[in-house]
Structure formats: C-alpha cells, structure tokens
C-alpha cells in the first residue's frame, strides 16, 4: 500500500492573505496623485481669488485717493479765491480809512466852522449899523444898539460852542483846581477861604471834558 503525499496548501494560504493584506495596506499610488493633484489646484484657485481680492480693493483704494486729492485742491482753490478777496477787501477798507483821516484833518472843523459863520455875519452887521448911525444921534442910543448887537452875537456864539460841547470854566468863588486853573498870583482876603477864587482874569474851556485852555485866576492866599 503506497502512501499518497498531500500538497501543502497551508503555506499558499498564507502567502495570498499576506500577499492581500499588504496589498490593502500600502495605498494605491494613482489615488494619491490625484488627492494632491485637487489639493494643488484648490490651492491655485484660492491664491488666484485673493490676488484678485487684493487688486480690487488697490483699484478702489487708488479711486478713493484721487477723489480726496480732487477734493482738496477744490477746496485749495476756494481758499484762495477766499484769500484773494478778503486781501482785496482789506486793501480796500484801508484805502477809504486814509481818506477819512485825511478828510479829517482837512475838514474837521467844517461844522464848527460852519456855526461861526452866523457869528461873522452879525458882526459885520453890527460894525456897519455902526458905522451908517448918524453921528448928531443921541450918544445913549448909539451905546444902546452897540450893547444890544454885542449881547446878540454872544448869544450866537455860545449856542455854536454849546452844540460841539465846548464847556466853559469860571470858577469865581470856586476852590482852586489846578487841573483846571492857573494861578496868576495870591492875595489875602479876610473873607475868603485859603485857595479860593478871587478873581478870573480869563475864563477856561475844556471840549467833551479835555482841557483846551485854564481859566486865569487870582487866589486868596493862606
């Protein structure tokens, strides 16, 4: 009886179960070109947006930037046309204050001048009403028409000093002021205080309160 040999099939088991389970190890090198491939491109795709991104906001930014220069040099000019006038207004408003100071130092006395006029013209009057009197005429009625012509052009030129606020300074009686008065000299008098106004040999005048000239006076003495 001969003996029958088995082929050994465990070892070609084995062999294909490792052969298979390598295989489902090692991965498939295809698949990962294409995974990288993908990977790659959603790479490029993203780099290409954002570039994109970046040119669109420099081309905004760029926009943005010419209006705001557009803007100022707008504003620039409307500066200086500003400038341009208020320059010429100003040469302007010195000009005409010149011709005023001038015209004041010129005509400044205009209206006063204009009041004295009255005043001349009763003068004259009166010195010619003088002169035609018929000299057998009574010496008392002469003096009469001379007092009364007097007294009319005193009274004229006190209204004409009264409306350009030239005061009058008759301190007779008053306590002396040296601001005001000048003393000529001092006498004693038994009824009077000491420093007090004996005598005005010239009244004073001060225009709107500043002294134009003092009043001339004799003083009693201590």
Same mark, same amino acid.
């Given at each position: 009886m001969s003996d029958t040999v088995k082929p050994d099939t465990t070892s070609a088991v084995d062999d294909s179960v490792v052969e298979t389970a390598? !295989?489902?190890?090692e991965p498939n090198g295809q698949d990962t070109v294409e995974v990288l491939s993908g990977t790659v491109e959603t790479a490029e795709e993203i780099a290409e947006e954002m570039a994109d991104s970046s040119n669109n906001e420099d081309s905004l930014s760029v926009k943005e930037l010419q209006k705001q220069v557009e803007w100022l040099q707008s504003q620039l000019q409307d500066t200086q046309d500003q400038l341009v006038r208020q320059q010429a207004d100003i040469d302007?408003? /010195?000009?005409?204050?010149? /011709?005023?100071?001038e015209d004041a130092h010129k005509f400044g006395l205009k209206n006063f001048a204009v009041e004295l006029l009255p005043v001349k013209d009763s003068m004259e009057l009166h010195d010619a009403e003088l002169s035609n009197a018929d000299k057998n005429q009574d010496e008392a009625v002469n003096l009469s028409n001379l007092q009364e012509g007097s007294t009319l052009i005193l009274k004229i030129l006190t209204t004409a000093m009264d409306k350009f606020n030239i005061e009058e300074i008759n301190p007779m009686g008053e306590k002396f002021n040296p601001e005001l008065h000048q003393a000529m !000299? %001092? %006498?004693p008098s038994p009824d009077a205080e000491p420093n007090t106004v004996l005598i005005v040999h010239q009244k004073g005048y001060q225009l709107n309160g500043r002294l134009l000239r003092p009043a001339l006076v004799i003083v009693s003495a201590e």
């Open positions: 390598a !295989s489902a190890d302007n408003t /010195r000009k005409r204050m010149q /011709r005023e100071v !000299s %001092m %006498m």
